[in-house]
């Protein structure tokens, strides 16, 4: 799907962000980690043509770094190659002030690492227990931790 647009995201953006985010995932971001987000680094919603947002993407910068912190598309909208679009225009939007992008992924989340994989990203190693995640055992859900993959891409050379 090609029919949506990358825009600066903005404070009047987070309801919708947020209920996305909700949708999503079982550990959500707060809306305190939105606001942050929007006073410490450079985020993006993605909008359909009908004006609907359907996922977004924050990043932390520091120098020629960025950091990929959340990217999420609209458990509505997934499937559709939305994810792999975005990215692209994410990639195309930092390459020109960035050299160098990080990220960390649920280890368990195979279609993201798949993705960034695909985009050039290398699998750079493990951060152990860093996601909070529910583990079943003996039949009972519990509250656990999951590894997190470290990845990176270089977007230009020097």
Same mark, same amino acid.
């Given at each position: 799907?090609?029919?949506?647009?990358?825009?600066?995201?903005?404070? @009047?953006?987070?309801?919708?962000?947020?209920?996305?985010?909700?949708?999503?995932?079982?550990?959500?971001?707060?809306?305190?980690?939105?606001?942050?987000?929007?006073?410490?680094?450079?985020?993006?919603?993605?909008?359909?043509?009908?004006?609907?947002?359907?996922?977004? =993407?924050?990043?932390?910068?520091?120098?020629?770094?960025? @950091?990929?912190?959340?990217?999420?598309?609209?458990?509505?909208?997934? =499937?559709?190659? +939305?994810?792999?679009?975005?990215?692209?225009?994410?990639?195309?939007?930092?390459?020109?002030?960035?050299?160098?992008?990080?990220?960390?992924? !649920?280890?368990?989340?195979?279609?993201?690492?798949?993705?960034?994989?695909?985009?050039?990203?290398?699998?750079?190693?493990?951060?152990?227990?860093?996601?909070?995640?529910? +583990?079943?055992?003996?039949?009972?859900?519990?509250?656990?931790?999951?590894?997190?993959?470290?990845?990176?891409? !270089?977007? !230009?050379? +020097?």
């Amino acid at each position: 799907m090609s029919d949506f647009f990358v825009r600066a995201m903005s404070e @009047t953006d987070l309801p919708d962000v947020l209920a996305i985010e909700r949708k999503a995932y079982a550990f959500p971001w707060s809306q305190k980690g939105f606001e942050n987000a929007l006073d410490q680094g450079l985020n993006f919603v993605f909008e359909n043509l009908q004006k609907q947002i359907i996922g977004y =993407g924050c990043f932390l910068t520091v120098l020629d770094e960025a @950091t990929l912190m959340n990217l999420c598309i609209s458990p509505d909208y997934q =499937g559709q190659g +939305i994810a792999k679009s975005a990215l692209k225009q994410l990639l195309e939007k930092l390459q020109d002030n960035f050299q160098f992008i990080y990220l960390e992924v !649920r280890e368990s989340n195979r279609p993201a690492r798949n993705l960034y994989t695909k985009f050039g990203f290398s699998e750079d190693g493990i951060r152990k227990n860093y996601y909070p995640a529910w +583990i079943k055992k003996d039949g009972v859900q519990t509250e656990g931790r999951e590894d997190a993959i470290l990845m990176s891409k !270089r977007l !230009r050379n +020097i």
